[in-house]
């Protein structure tokens, strides 16, 4: 299917605009790939609060609850490569998670949002994976697993990826999620790599 790129950006710039216009959007960006090349990209407004540095073409984004797919994807991918039941304790591969009352805790319980650590109980720096992995391993859970749901929205990637027997997500997508159907793992060199504190 080949899409014309100026019927689509004719399409879309006035979406993108109005994300600004009537929905209040800060920044954003937009690429839309057909055949290795950009055949649409757009980007506007700002990406600092107090609307002092123009959003760029080549702006950092924290992508948040996107990965969330992608690595519980590539995790059950590396499940049934193993033959891995998800009702096995986390603690099978993870010994050091084995503390605090997370003995029992599952895959399917963890994949779920149902293992009572969608927060941290200290501060911890979370740039500082070896920091945050070691505060989930000794952390109580906040109730007992499999009684509720809690999004895990900022440990659910340390909980999905930790020291155990499964390749760290970094790897995994490479190996055996995108090459069995042909896809290359986009790369990019960051130009702004400080993070806006504003």
């Given at each position: 299917?080949?899409?014309?790129?100026?019927?689509?950006?004719?399409?879309?710039?006035?979406?993108?605009?109005?994300?600004?216009?009537?929905?209040?959007?800060?920044?954003?960006?937009?690429?839309?790939?057909?055949?290795?090349?950009?055949?649409?990209?757009?980007?506007?407004?700002?990406?600092?609060?107090?609307?002092?540095?123009?959003?760029?073409?080549?702006?950092?984004?924290?992508?948040?609850?996107?990965?969330?797919?992608?690595?519980?994807?590539?995790?059950?991918?590396?499940?049934?490569?193993?033959?891995?039941?998800?009702?096995?304790?986390?603690?099978?591969?993870?010994?050091?998670?084995?503390?605090?009352?997370?003995?029992?805790?599952?895959?399917?319980?963890?994949?779920?949002?149902?293992?009572?650590?969608?927060?941290?109980?200290?501060?911890?720096?979370?740039?500082?994976?070896?920091?945050?992995?070691?505060?989930?391993?000794?952390?109580?859970?906040?109730?007992?697993?499999?009684?509720?749901?809690?999004?895990?929205?900022?440990?659910?990637?340390?909980?999905?990826?930790?020291?155990?027997?499964?390749q760290r997500l970094a790897k995994h997508p490479?190996?055996?999620?995108?090459?069995?159907?042909?896809?290359?793992?986009?790369?990019?060199?960051?130009?702004?790599?400080?993070?806006?504190?504003?």
């Amino acid at each position: 299917m080949q899409l014309a790129s100026a019927e689509l950006l004719q399409r879309l710039k006035p979406l993108f605009r109005e994300n600004f216009e009537k929905f209040g959007e800060l920044g954003a960006a937009v690429s839309v790939w057909q055949n290795g090349k950009p055949i649409i990209e757009l980007c506007g407004g700002f990406r600092d609060a107090r609307r002092e540095h123009p959003w760029m073409s080549d702006t950092l984004v924290l992508v948040w609850s996107a990965t969330k797919g992608i690595g519980s994807a590539c995790l059950l991918h590396a499940v049934q490569e193993h033959k891995i039941n998800l009702d096995r304790p986390v603690a099978e591969f993870w010994p050091e998670f084995a503390q605090a009352g997370k003995e029992k805790i599952t895959i399917a319980q963890l994949l779920s949002h149902q293992a009572g650590l969608c927060a941290l109980d200290r501060r911890v720096d979370v740039l500082d994976y070896d920091a945050v992995i070691g505060a989930l391993e000794v952390q109580k859970p906040l109730w007992p697993s499999g009684t509720a749901h809690g999004y895990h929205a900022r440990t659910f990637g340390f909980l999905l990826w930790p020291r155990c027997t499964f390749q760290r997500l970094a790897k995994h997508p490479n190996r055996s999620s995108f090459t069995p159907i042909s896809l290359r793992p986009a790369r990019w060199r960051a130009r702004h790599s400080r993070p806006l504190t504003d």
